[in-house]
Structure formats: C-alpha cells, structure tokens
C-alpha cells in the first residue's frame, strides 16, 4: 500500500536504512500511532544539470589527455570519478587498473557492467579482443545519462535487454520513437548519443566532440519524485523481502518539509561525494602521472 509522502512526514518515524544504491534507498519506518512498520522507497534524481556539466567538461579533459597518450581507461564510471570541491570544480578520474594502451589484445577477466558497450557485452569470458578508444566514448556517453538520471538506461548493452534494443533501433534510424529512458533529454544532447553511441566502436566520434555541447540545454524538465511508503505485513527482519535499490545520486532527505527541500538542494547534490569515497577504490592519480601506468596484462 502508497502512501503520499505528507502523510510519511507527518504520522512515521525513520528506524534505520535497510539498503541503499543508484536508485534511491529503503527505510524502515514505524506509524507514530499504531505502531506499524512500514518500508520506504525513496527514488533517487540525477544531479543539477550544470553541476553535471561541470563535472563531465573536466572528466572529458582528463579523457582526452589518455587519447592523446594513445591510452583507453576502460573503467569509467560514477565510483571512478572523485570530487574534491563543493562546487564540483575539483574532480579526479581515478582507477587504471584497467587501462591498455589502444590496440593491445588483452582477454575479457571482469563480469560486464550496465557501462560496458555492447562489444564487451558481446565477448565471452576470456575471450581476447583488441583495446579501442571507442570504448571510452561509450562510457562517458553513459555517465552523462546516469549523473542526470540516477539510473541506468538499460542493464546490459545486449540484445536480450528490451531497452538496449529500443535503444538501437532509434540509434540506427529504424524508428522515429524515442527511446523511453531518453525523452526528458533535449534534441542536442539526444544528437549527441547518438554520436558517441554508434554499435560499432570505430564509427563513434571522438571524445573531443562532447566539447560542442556544453552551452546545450541537456535535460528538458525536472520532475519532482515523492518518496513512496509500502506497509510491512510483518515486523522487519533482516529476512524481509525488500526490493534491491541504490542511492549513489539522492536529492536528499526523504521528509523535508517543501520550503526545507529548496534550502537543501545543494547539500543533496553533495551526498554524491561521500558514497563515491564509500563505495569506491580511492586512488587519485594526476594527469601527469598516467604515463606510469603498469600496461602489462
């Protein structure tokens, strides 16, 4: 059973979190009156549009800095990247563990990630393949849509994921309709997937081309997400059957009042920092100092 979100504020206290992820988190909750826990579901939403801006022009710099050294990251994404500023003018691509030189034959070690383009996807477990730099500008195009949308567009880049499909199909032309996951993203960032997105790793464009962008308009409106409050049949245990989220991007606190949640805005953007320093292997390395990565297999 819903239950709106002034009715959560007003009539439950918060317990404890039970989970938490990219797409928000879950709460134990109990009703102030009768006593009743309740689980709740608080989606996540992606970061200010100029706040990811900032963020991605600098990644991009970071990015093209490898491809002029000939080197392709291969890991980029949300846990990879470390802010340093509240204003997120501080920002470190990190983790080369990875990281080959463009055209080494290297074997597929690592399970594919929602990240992973779809010839990564396509390769079996240690099965070689060639490194490309295409393999970067999918997954820069990928962390523009998670840090403005706090999801994935899809689960895995294959053809057995309906959305990937829905996907392709518009990337190719064979439709007009527009990606579900993609209509709240303008015509020029829209070109832009589609650019950075090509199946075939060769035919993307560069990473230099996200520079065209940045005076762009990427998202076309931003809809409000309530938290969503479910009855528990029975007393939580750490057994309870609760639907597998995450929160690595948040909008913040559940129970804010409305004139509180403006306040906290810049705050909520903030908590990105801390679950990327939780979650993920810190280690910061200066651009200077990509040159002495280990580039044996």
């Known amino acids: 059973m819903a239950l709106k979100s002034n009715d959560s504020e007003r009539e439950y206290d918060i317990i404890k979190e ?5 797409y928000g988190k879950v709460l134990l909750a109990t009703h102030k009156r009768t006593n009743t826990q309740a ?10 549009e100029r706040n990811a801006k900032v963020i991605v ?24 990247v470390l802010v340093f500023a509240p204003d997120f003018s501080k920002i470190k691509l990190t983790d080369f ?13 690592t399970r594919s990630l929602p990240t992973c383009p779809p010839e990564i996807w396509e390769t079996l477990h240690l099965e070689g393949y060639h490194v490309e730099l295409g393999s970067d500008v999918w997954q ?31 990337q190719k032309r064979k439709t007009t309709k527009l990606p579900r996951e993609f209509t709240r993203f303008s015509t020029r960032i829209l070109r832009l997937f589609r650019r950075l997105m090509e199946v075939k790793p060769n035919k993307r464009y560069p990473i230099t081309e996200v520079n065209k962008y940045f005076k762009d308009q990427w998202v076309k409106t931003k809809v409000p997400r309530s938290p969503t409050m479910y009855l528990a049949s029975k007393p939580y245990s750490q057994n309870l059957d609760v639907p597998s989220v995450m929160i690595k991007v948040c ?17 909520a953007d903030m908590l990105l920092i801390f679950i990327i320093l939780l979650f993920s292997k810190i280690l910061i390395c200066n651009a200077d100092e990509i040159e002495n990565v280990n580039l044996k297999e």
């Open 39 to 48: 689980v709740e579901r608080t989606e996540g939403a992606g970061l200010l």
């Open 57 to 80: 022009e600098q990644l991009t710099k970071a990015i093209e800095f490898m491809h002029q050294k000939n080197l392709v990251h291969r890991d980029i994404r949300a846990e990879n």
């Open 18 to 22: 039970i989970g938490s992820g990219d």
């Open 251 to 267: 909008t913040g606190q559940p129970f804010l009042k409305r004139e509180e949640k403006k306040s906290n805005k810049k705050n």
């Open 140 to 170: 820069l195009a990928m962390f523009i849509f998670i840090i403005t949308q706090a999801r994935f567009p899809w689960e895995k880049a294959d053809i057995t994921d309906l959305k990937f499909v829905e996907f392709i199909d518009w």
């Open 97 to 109: 563990g990875l990281t080959r030189k463009a055209g080494t034959l290297v074997k597929k070690r």
